[in-house]
């Protein structure tokens, strides 16, 4: 039987396991991705390893979320990571170099490698052909640490690409189909596999930013083959030499399948305040627009930016739209300039932002208060933007210059342009100028940590009885933003738990800390696909710092469902999705862990309310040994401190 493009690469990397659908396989990382928001815990981690230089092929620490620099501790936490890379081995990317996985995708990814990155975002190098996946700092600092990476063996979805975009429609608009059919939750347990004749009139780039948010569907990545479109792009870009082709068995055997014919879409948004509230733009037509934000890591690409500014030359932006434009990288803001791009973009009004994400979160470009943002990013939740009262559109870059000239939703196939065709330019800018190799005398570097930088918090091992109070009840779809909140205010906390724990919660319920302070840590009760979104594995740490125990969820997102069980907080699922009623905020809850040791289907009791509650546990391999142990660096310890 042939096998797909993804079981090749994990066939290539399989360190345990034997690929069967569902069960967990370890495999082989040769590449990992961190950066500052999440990647000082992640060194922190890296230290408390105890190893003394990177075992990867390559590790890369990328500056490019939290560039704010208004009082110590960003650029603390810069400094931190420049040492921290030139002591164990990473190359260091320097803040101004851009956006990591646009970065990394120009400079670093190859096709068929594997790429472990503790950012959501990290499949975006699916589109050159790496099985690229996100995961908590945790994991990322133990890939680093030499340790395979343990997942769940995903199932393979085939999503069949005919014909061709027509102008207008772009690499946007397929991501946004995707999301429309299947939701944020559908991609869950899945790789998303793209094929199909649909594929050739694809570039890197646009392949990219389909890969980079099927994040979004809640999948363990996206990929595409490696054909002469990738083996073009990597000449353009230098790097012919790691070209491989790669595809799938003609005979190999999907678990699912989309079709998408291409030529059939038509320009799309999501809604606030989810990814897959998609609709043609054609419904949402002439809704005023305050604010439009181009980049971040999902459109940020030459293409993209050659585009809005073909689209906006010789205008001037609508007087009440405030528009933004973050690059992907310092190589592409370098090249567009020297294609007239920049100077046209800003003799229309537009204001050019730096190389990096914070426009993203809202740092420094969030819309005014009820304000509609029509953004080219990859996430719209509640609060996202910067502030709660913010609606944010995701479009393409075409929909989104389109409301630039009119300031509102508009169709781009109604305005008056002329079609762009991109070609990539023959003589691209290559600057590797802001990469920091790693020390040739890494004993010599002294690693520099300012007063906001603390150590890791020290965590008990389990107890066998679990006995507590719920401290809070939430619904469905509740985002790692929702969780730990990321923006202005929080980002320079990430490398302080005590400080950042205080936050917990914070937009959903304002008291949460100082309860689960008081009552010495409980139980969270959660909805469908909690903990979607970022990856950042405060949204566990911190909670663990504060005492939670378990979380009793209908279904968890995968890459938090991780991060709970490496810092030591039992997932627990409804086995009877309808018992989510039987239990509400301050009931005692009581669970025995002891049960768990025999089957996975266990009882959670409900004292308050005198009811026994059957329960799944959704942990698999070592996962509770590592959550009795307290999480995933007591578990090495003590298994290190035996062998
Ligand atoms: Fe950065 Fe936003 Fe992407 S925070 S990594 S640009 S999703």
Same mark, same amino acid.
């Given at each position: 039987?042939?096998?797909?493009?993804?079981?090749?690469?994990?066939?290539?990397?399989?360190?345990?396991?034997?690929?069967?659908?569902?069960?967990?396989?370890?495999?082989?990382?040769?590449?990992?991705?961190?950066?500052?928001?999440?990647?000082?815990?992640?060194?922190?981690?890296?230290?408390?390893?105890?190893?003394?230089? #990177?075992?990867?092929?390559?590790?890369?620490?990328?500056?490019?979320?939290?560039?704010?620099?208004?009082?110590?501790?960003?650029?603390?936490?810069?400094?931190?990571?420049?040492?921290?890379?030139?002591?164990?081995?990473?190359?260091?990317?320097?803040?101004?170099?851009?956006?990591?996985?646009?970065?990394?995708?120009?400079?670093?990814? #190859?096709?068929?490698?594997?790429?472990?990155?503790?950012?959501?975002?990290?499949?975006?190098?699916?589109?050159?052909?790496?099985?690229?996946?996100?995961?908590?700092?945790?994991?990322?600092?133990?890939?680093?640490?030499?340790?395979?990476?343990?997942?769940?063996?995903?199932?393979?979805?085939?999503?069949?690409?005919?014909?061709?975009?027509?102008?207008?429609?772009?690499?946007?608009?397929?991501?946004?189909?995707?999301?429309?059919?299947?939701?944020?939750?559908?991609?869950?347990?899945?790789?998303?596999?793209?094929?199909?004749?649909?594929?050739?009139?694809?570039?890197?780039?646009?392949?990219?930013?389909?890969?980079?948010?099927?994040?979004?569907?809640?999948?363990?990545?996206?990929?595409?083959?490696?054909?002469?479109?990738?083996?073009?792009?990597?000449?353009?870009?230098?790097?012919?030499?790691?070209?491989?082709?790669?595809?799938?068995?003609?005979?190999?055997?999907?678990?699912?399948?989309?079709?998408?014919?291409?030529?059939?879409?038509?320009?799309?948004?999501?809604?606030?305040?989810?990814?897959?509230?998609?609709?043609?733009?054609?419904?949402?037509?002439?809704?005023?627009?305050?604010?439009?934000?181009?980049?971040?890591?999902?459109?940020?690409?030459?293409?993209?930016?050659?585009?809005?500014?073909?689209?906006?030359?010789?205008?001037?932006?609508?007087?009440?739209?405030?528009?933004?434009?973050?690059?992907?990288?310092?190589?592409?803001?370098?090249?567009?300039?020297?294609?007239?791009?920049?100077?046209?973009?800003?003799?229309?009004?537009?204001?050019?932002?730096?190389?990096?994400?914070?426009?993203?979160?809202?740092?420094?470009?969030?819309?005014?208060?009820?304000?509609?943002?029509?953004?080219?990013?990859?996430?719209?939740?509640?609060?996202?933007?910067?502030?709660?009262?913010?609606?944010?559109?995701?479009?393409?870059?075409?929909?989104?210059?389109?409301?630039?000239?009119?300031?509102?939703?508009?169709?781009?196939?109604?305005?008056?342009?002329?079609?762009?065709?991109?070609?990539?330019?023959?003589?691209?800018?290559?600057?590797?100028?802001?990469?920091?190799?790693?020390?040739?005398?890494?004993?010599?570097?002294?690693?520099?940590?300012?007063?906001?930088?603390?150590?890791?918090?020290?965590?008990?091992?389990?107890?066998?009885?679990?006995?507590?109070?719920?401290?809070?009840?939430?619904?469905?779809?509740?985002?790692?933003?929702?969780?730990?909140?990321?923006?202005?205010?929080?980002?320079?906390?990430?490398?302080?738990?005590?400080?950042?724990?205080?936050?917990?919660?914070?937009?959903?319920?304002?008291?949460?800390?100082?309860?689960?302070?008081?009552?010495?840590?409980?139980?969270?009760?959660?909805?469908?696909?909690?903990?979607?979104?970022?990856?950042?594995?405060?949204?566990?740490?911190?909670?663990?710092?504060?005492?939670?125990?378990?979380?009793?969820?209908?279904?968890?997102?995968?890459?938090?469902?991780?991060?709970?069980?490496?810092?030591?907080?039992?997932?627990?699922?409804?086995?009877?999705?309808?018992?989510?009623?039987?239990?509400?905020?301050?009931?005692?809850?009581?669970?025995?862990?002891?049960?768990?040791?025999?089957?996975?289907?266990?009882?959670?009791?409900?004292?308050?309310?005198?009811?026994?509650?059957?329960?799944?546990?959704?942990?698999?391999?070592?996962?509770?040994?590592?959550?009795?142990?307290?999480?995933?660096?007591?578990?090495?310890?003590?298994?290190?401190?035996?062998?």
């Amino acid at each position: 039987m042939g096998l797909t493009l993804t079981e090749k690469i994990i066939k290539n990397h399989l360190i345990k396991g034997n690929m069967t659908k569902g069960a967990s396989v370890a495999i082989k990382i040769d590449q990992t991705l961190i950066q500052d928001a999440t990647g000082t815990m992640a060194m922190l981690e890296l230290e408390a390893t105890g190893v003394r230089c #990177v075992k990867t092929e390559l590790s890369v620490a990328y500056v490019d979320h939290n560039m704010i620099q208004e009082d110590f501790k960003n650029p603390d936490d810069h400094r931190f990571l420049q040492d921290m890379a030139a002591k164990y081995g990473l190359v260091f990317s320097r803040p101004g170099n851009g956006i990591c996985h646009h970065v990394h995708l120009e400079r670093f990814a #190859v096709p068929g490698k594997t790429l472990l990155g503790s950012d959501s975002h990290t499949p975006t190098a699916g589109g050159i052909g790496m099985l690229a996946i996100g995961a908590g700092g945790l994991d990322v600092a133990l890939a680093m640490a030499g340790m395979p990476f343990t997942l769940i063996m995903p199932k393979i979805v085939k999503v069949h690409l005919t014909g061709k975009l027509s102008p207008f429609v772009s690499a946007k608009d397929v991501i946004l189909e995707v999301l429309r059919r299947i939701s944020v939750k559908g991609g869950v347990g899945k790789v998303l596999e793209y094929c199909g004749p649909g594929v050739k009139s694809l570039s890197v780039s646009e392949r990219a930013t389909i890969t980079n948010m099927g994040a979004e569907t809640g999948a363990t990545t996206s990929i595409f083959q490696s054909d002469d479109i990738t083996r073009e792009w990597l000449r353009a870009q230098g790097r012919e030499r790691y070209w491989v082709p790669l595809y799938p068995d003609d005979d190999a055997v999907y678990d699912e399948e989309i079709d998408i014919d291409l030529s059939l879409l038509e320009p799309m948004v999501a809604k606030p305040f989810l990814p897959d509230n998609v609709v043609p733009v054609k419904e949402v037509a002439g809704t005023r627009v305050d604010q439009v934000m181009f980049g971040s890591c999902t459109n940020s690409s030459l293409r993209d930016i050659l585009t809005i500014a073909h689209m906006l030359k010789g205008r001037r932006i609508h007087p009440n739209v405030d528009v933004g434009l973050s690059p992907g990288s310092r190589q592409i803001l370098l090249q567009a300039g020297a294609e007239g791009a920049i100077e046209d973009l800003i003799a229309a009004g537009v204001r050019i932002l730096e190389a990096s994400c914070g426009a993203c979160v809202g740092m420094g470009f969030a819309p005014p208060t009820d304000g509609v943002s029509v953004r080219t990013i990859n996430r719209n939740f509640y609060g996202r933007c910067g502030h709660a009262s913010g609606k944010v559109y995701l479009a393409s870059p075409e929909v989104a210059a389109a409301a630039c000239i009119t300031g509102v939703i508009t169709d781009p196939r109604g305005i008056c342009i002329e079609p762009y065709h991109f070609e990539m330019p023959s003589n691209l800018i290559i600057d590797e100028g802001m990469f920091i190799a790693p020390s040739p005398e890494p004993e010599r570097v002294t690693v520099r940590r300012g007063p906001n930088i603390k150590p890791l918090p020290e965590m008990e091992p389990m107890s066998n009885k679990l006995d507590g109070q719920v401290l809070i009840k939430v619904g469905d779809d509740i985002t790692t933003d929702h969780i730990m909140p990321a923006g202005a205010k929080f980002l320079p906390l990430r490398s302080n738990i005590p400080v950042i724990a205080e936050h917990v919660f914070e937009v959903v319920d304002p008291d949460f800390s100082k309860r689960a302070k008081e009552l010495k840590g409980g139980f969270i009760v959660a909805g469908m696909n909690y903990g979607q979104g970022s990856s950042r594995e405060h949204a566990a740490l911190a909670p663990r710092y504060l005492g939670v125990k378990a979380v009793i969820a209908k279904s968890f997102a995968r890459i938090h469902l991780a991060n709970l069980v490496n810092f030591g907080i039992l997932p627990l699922i409804f086995a009877n999705i309808d018992d989510y009623e039987k239990i509400d905020r301050d009931d005692r809850l009581v669970f025995d862990i002891g049960q768990l040791n025999v089957e996975s289907q266990a009882v959670l009791r409900n004292l308050t309310k005198n009811m026994e509650i059957p329960v799944i546990c959704p942990l698999c391999g070592d996962d509770l040994d590592v959550v009795k142990a307290g999480g995933k660096l007591n578990w090495i310890k003590l298994i290190t401190s035996t062998n």
